[in-house]
C-alpha cells in the first residue's frame, strides 16, 4: 500500500497566542514525526520574502486549518479581514477541514465560527487553571486533531479509489470502443469495393444503383446526398442555361435600344448644328441685306436703327463712323447756310433783274435749309417741296470700312474717340452702358474670385503658422512643468511630505495596512509656482506595491474620486471616475486620475474584485 502524504496543516493564530502555538506545535511533533501532519507556521517565513504572499499560498494549499480562538484572535484587523474569510470559504468548498480550538475565554459563540465542533472537549479553555495538569487539555486536543486526520485521509483513500475506478471505467469504454472500431473499419472495408465503384462513375444513375443494392449501410445517406446533389447541380445548369439565354437575349435588346438611341441623339445634335447654321446664316444674310439698306439710305436715324436691331455684327464700327461724318456734315451745313444765303442776297440785287427771281432763290435757300435739318427726322419726300426745287448736292459717301475683329460677345469694342458720338444718341448710349456694365460685373468677379483665393491661401499659412507656435509653447510648458513636482511618502501615522525644490509638497495619506508600513504619496510644487498632486483613499488591509509616477500638464486644481476595484494579483482591473467627494468634473484631471489610477498595483490577497476609492487632489499652488 502507498505511504500516506502528511496532510498540510497549517495554525491560524494571533502574535499574542504564540505560546499556545508553540506548545502545541510540541505536543504535535510525534504526529510530524510519524508523517501524519506537515505543519507550517508563519515563523519559516524566510528574511526578503514576501510574508502575505507567503501566508496566502500556504492558507490555500492547507487541507486542516487549527483555529487558536481568543480575544485577540477575534481582534486581529488582518485575520478578520484576510485569512478567516479565506479559511471559511474553503471549509464551505469542502477544500479544507477547519479544527478551532479555544486557547483562552471569549466570546466565540457569537461568532459564525461557533457552528463548527471546537476542542477541547470539555467546557473550560486551554489556558484555563481547571485542569488537572496544563498539559491535559493539549493531549486532548491533540486527540481530535488525530481524529480529524485519520478522517481526512479516509476520505483521501475514498476520492483515491473513487478515482481509480473512474480511470478503470474509462479504460474500459475506451477498450470498447476500439474493438466497436475494429468491426466498422471490417464492414466498411468489405462494402468499399462497391463505393469505389459508385465514386468512381459519379452520376445519379450510378448512385441509384448503390443504393438499390445497398439501402441499409451506412453510406446509404451518403449515397442519397451525393445524388441529389448531382441532381441539383444539374437542374441549377440548366436553369444557369437558361437564364443566360435569357440575360443575352436582353442585353441584345438594350444594346440595340442604346445603339438606335444613340442614332436618334446623333440625328438631333445634326439636325440642331444644322439648324443652328441655317439661323446663323439666315442672320448674316440678314445683316448684310439690312447693311445694304442702311448704305443706300446713308441716314443717322437708319444707322441707329440698324445698331438696335442687330447689336452684335461686324459692321458696328462702320455704322459709328458713319454717324460720326454724318453729323460732321449737319454741323458744318447749318453753319454755312446762312452765309450762303446773305451771300446769294447782295448777288442778286447787284446781278439778277427782277424781285421775283430774288424771291425764288431766298425760296430754294429756305428749301435747303429745311431739308438739312429735317434729313436726320423724316425723309426728303415728306417735306413740301417751294414753289423752284433745286436738287441738293449729293454728300460724298465714305469708303467702306473694313470690319474689326469681334470681342468676345460678337461685338465690335468700344473706342473712346467714337463714344464723344453716341453720348447725344440715348438708344447708342444704352448699348454703350449695357456694355461697359457687363464689363465691369466680369471684372469685379474675377477681382472677386482672385481676392478669396488669395484670402485662403494666407488663412492656410496663418493656421500654419499657429499650430506651429502653439506646439512649440505646449512643448516649453510640458518641460516647464516636468520638474516641478516631487513626491511625499507617509510611514505609518505621519502625514508629511516634501517637493521637488523650494516649498513642501502635500500631505500623503497612510495606507490602510496593520501589519507593515503604510504608503502615501504626494507631490509638491517647487519654486512657488505650478499644480500640487495628494494622492488619500486605498483598500482595506492591502498596501500599495507600486504607484505610477505622477507628472500634471494643468493649471486646474480640484479633488477627484476615483473607484477602483482590484483582483487577488493585485492589479486595478476597474477604475472609474465618481461625483461622490469630487469637487470638479474637469475632462483633463478625470482622464489624469483614471489613466494613473489604472496603474496603481496593490498587495496580493485572497479576496476577490476588493473595491475602494483613490482620491487625487490637485492644488494650483
Known amino acids: 500500500m502507498a505511504k500516506e502524504i502528511p496532510l498540510k496543516t497549517f495554525i491560524m493564530y494571533a502574535r499574542e497566542d504564540h505560546d499556545v502555538r508553540d506548545k502545541l506545535r510540541r505536543h504535535l511533533a510525534v504526529q510530524v514525526s510519524n508523517g501524519i501532519l506537515d505543519l507550517w507556521g508563519d515563523h519559516e517565513i524566510i528574511p526578503g520574502e514576501d510574508w502575505d504572499r507567503a501566508i496566502s499560498a500556504q492558507l490555500a494549499q492547507a487541507e486542516l486549518l487549527i483555529l487558536l480562538l481568543s480575544a485577540d484572535f477575534f481582534a486581529s484587523h488582518y485575520i478578520q479581514q484576510h485569512e478567516l474569510p479565506a479559511a471559511m470559504r474553503r471549509h464551505e468548498q469542502g477544500k479544507c477541514r477547519l479544527l478551532p480550538v479555544i486557547a483562552r475565554d471569549c466570546d466565540w459563540e457569537a461568532h459564525p465560527i461557533s457552528k463548527i465542533q471546537a476542542l477541547p472537549s470539555g467546557d473550560f479553555p486551554i489556558c484555563s487553571n481547571q485542569w488537572p495538569s496544563t498539559d491535559m487539555p493539549y493531549k486532548l486536543v491533540v486527540e481530535g486533531i488525530k481524529s480529524a486526520a485519520r478522517d481526512i485521509q479516509e476520505s483521501r483513500r475514498q476520492i483515491e479509489q473513487k478515482r481509480l475506478q473512474a480511470i478503470a471505467a474509462e479504460e474500459a469504454r475506451i477498450q470498447r470502443e476500439k474493438e466497436q472500431k475494429i468491426r466498422q473499419e471490417q464492414l466498411e472495408r468489405e462494402r468499399a469495393a462497391s463505393w469505389q465503384r459508385a465514386q468512381d462513375l459519379n452520376t445519379e444513375q450510378a448512385w441509384a444503383d448503390f443504393l438499390h443494392e445497398h439501402g441499409d449501410s451506412l453510406f446509404s445517406s451518403v449515397a442519397r446526398k451525393n445524388m441529389d446533389t448531382l441532381r441539383q447541380e444539374r437542374l441549377l445548369r440548366e436553369a444557369e442555361e437558361r437564364d443566360r439565354k435569357r440575360r443575352d437575349e436582353l442585353r441584345a435588346q438594350e444594346a440595340q435600344r442604346v445603339q438606335e438611341a444613340w442614332i436618334r441623339q446623333q440625328q438631333e445634335a445634326q439636325a440642331k448644328q444644322e439648324q443652328q447654321a441655317a439661323a446663323a446664316r439666315q442672320y448674316e444674310q440678314d445683316v448684310l441685306n439690312a447693311w445694304k439698306k442702311v448704305e443706300r439710305q446713308n441716314k443717322t436715324s437708319a444707322y441707329l436703327q440698324f445698331l438696335q436691331d442687330y447689336p452684335n455684327n461686324p459692321y458696328v464700327e462702320d455704322a459709328l463712323l458713319n454717324i460720326k461724318q454724318l453729323r460732321q456734315k449737319k454741323r458744318q451745313l447749318m453753319v454755312f447756310v446762312p452765309l450762303g444765303m446773305v451771300v446769294s442776297s447782295l448777288l442778286a440785287w447787284f446781278f439778277i433783274p427782277g424781285f421775283s427771281q430774288t424771291q425764288d432763290t431766298s425760296a430754294q435757300a429756305?428749301?435747303?435749309?429745311?431739308?438739312?435739318?429735317?434729313?436726320?427726322?423724316?425723309?426728303?419726300?415728306?417735306?413740301?417741296?417751294?414753289?423752284?426745287?433745286?436738287?441738293?448736292?449729293?454728300?460724298?459717301?465714305?469708303?467702306?470700312?473694313?470690319?474689326?475683329?469681334?470681342?468676345?460677345?460678337?461685338?465690335?469694342?468700344?473706342?473712346?474717340?467714337?463714344?464723344?458720338?453716341?453720348?447725344?444718341?440715348?438708344?447708342?448710349?444704352?448699348?454703350?452702358?449695357?456694355?461697359?456694365?457687363?464689363?465691369?460685373?466680369?471684372?469685379?468677379?474675377?477681382?472677386?474670385?482672385?481676392?478669396?483665393?488669395?484670402?485662403?491661401?494666407?488663412?492656410?499659412?496663418?493656421?500654419?503658422?499657429?499650430?506651429?507656435?502653439?506646439?512649440?509653447?505646449?512643448?516649453?510648458?510640458?518641460?516647464?512643468?516636468?520638474?516641478?513636482?516631487?513626491?511625499?511618502?507617509?510611514?505609518?501615522?505621519?502625514?508629511?511630505?516634501?517637493?521637488?525644490?523650494?516649498?513642501?509638497?502635500?500631505?500623503?495619506?497612510?495606507?490602510?495596512?496593520?501589519f507593515g508600513t503604510s504608503t502615501g504619496s504626494g507631490g509638491g510644487a517647487g519654486g512657488g509656482d505650478g499644480v500640487g498632486i495628494s494622492i488619500g483613499g486605498g483598500l482595506g488591509g492591502r498596501k500599495i506595491q507600486n504607484r505610477p509616477t505622477m507628472v500634471d500638464n494643468t493649471q486646474k486644481g480640484g479633488i477627484i474620486v476615483v473607484r477602483i476595484a482590484v483582483n487577488e494579483e493585485g492589479v486595478v482591473t476597474v477604475a472609474d471616475y465618481t461625483q461622490a467627494g469630487s469637487t470638479t468634473n474637469d475632462s483633463e484631471l478625470r482622464k489624469m486620475a483614471v489613466t494613473w489610477a489604472r496603474q496603481f498595483r496593490f498587495a496580493p490577497s485572497a479576496a476577490a474584485d476588493q473595491t475602494g476609492t483613490i482620491t487625487f487632489k490637485f492644488t494650483v499652488k
Request: glycine share 8%; proline share 8%.
Open 366 to 514: 429756305d428749301f435747303v435749309l429745311q431739308d438739312s435739318t429735317a434729313r436726320d427726322s423724316q425723309p426728303v419726300a415728306a417735306l413740301q417741296p417751294q414753289p423752284r426745287q433745286v436738287a441738293a448736292p449729293s454728300p460724298r459717301k465714305p469708303a467702306a470700312a473694313t470690319p474689326k475683329d469681334l470681342s468676345a460677345d460678337g461685338a465690335a469694342p468700344a473706342r473712346d474717340s467714337l463714344a464723344k458720338i453716341t453720348d447725344t444718341d440715348p438708344e447708342t448710349a444704352a448699348i454703350r452702358k449695357a456694355k461697359e456694365e457687363a464689363k465691369k460685373k466680369q471684372q469685379a468677379e474675377q477681382e472677386r474670385v482672385r481676392k478669396q483665393e488669395a484670402d485662403r491661401l494666407a488663412e492656410q499659412d496663418r493656421q500654419r503658422q499657429a499650430a506651429e507656435e502653439a506646439a512649440k509653447q505646449e512643448q516649453a510648458r510640458r518641460d516647464k512643468i516636468k520638474g516641478s513636482f516631487g513626491s511625499s511618502f507617509g510611514s505609518g501615522a505621519a502625514r508629511t511630505g516634501q517637493g521637488n525644490t523650494g516649498k513642501p509638497g502635500n500631505q500623503g495619506v497612510p495606507g490602510d495596512n496593520p
